[in-house]
């Protein structure tokens, strides 16, 4: 069974940074590409960053790029968010979700963290 924990959410102001991580427990995470999702209160949840399993960041949503970066760390089974110039229209629930090598649906969630951002 796969567990995903995120942590490193809180509250911040606007223009802050956050450094979200996700660590995974119970499968070979290096099998895995990842994405961090976000979801705001009556909203869709979105891909905010895909992270391929060499560690290269192989989707960015438009409107975070240049802000937003992705990471990895296999050895200890977590990927990073790292958030700059956050707005507050980014309050969200972020999470992240693990996607097997050679698949199109992310088939592992973690219960999310929430990031507000005050303005």
């Known amino acids: 069974q796969v567990q995903l924990v995120a942590s490193g959410g809180g509250l911040v102001q606007a223009g802050g940074s956050l450094r979200l991580s996700c660590t995974s427990s119970?499968?070979?995470?290096?099998?895995?590409?990842v994405g961090w999702f976000r979801q705001a209160p009556g909203k869709d949840r979105t891909l905010v960053i895909a992270?391929?399993?060499?560690?290269?960041?192989?989707y960015s949503a438009d409107s975070v790029k240049g802000r937003f970066t992705g990471s990895r760390n296999n050895a200890q089974n977590t990927v990073y968010l790292q958030m700059n110039s956050l707005r507050p229209e980014e309050t969200a629930v972020y999470s992240c979700?693990?996607?097997?090598?050679?698949?199109?649906?992310?088939?592992?969630w973690g219960q999310g963290t929430q990031v507000t951002v005050s303005s």
């Open positions: 979700a693990l996607r097997r090598v050679g698949t199109l649906q992310y088939g592992f």
């Open positions: 119970g499968r070979t995470f290096s099998n895995y590409h």
């Open positions: 992270i391929a399993v060499s560690g290269d960041v192989s």
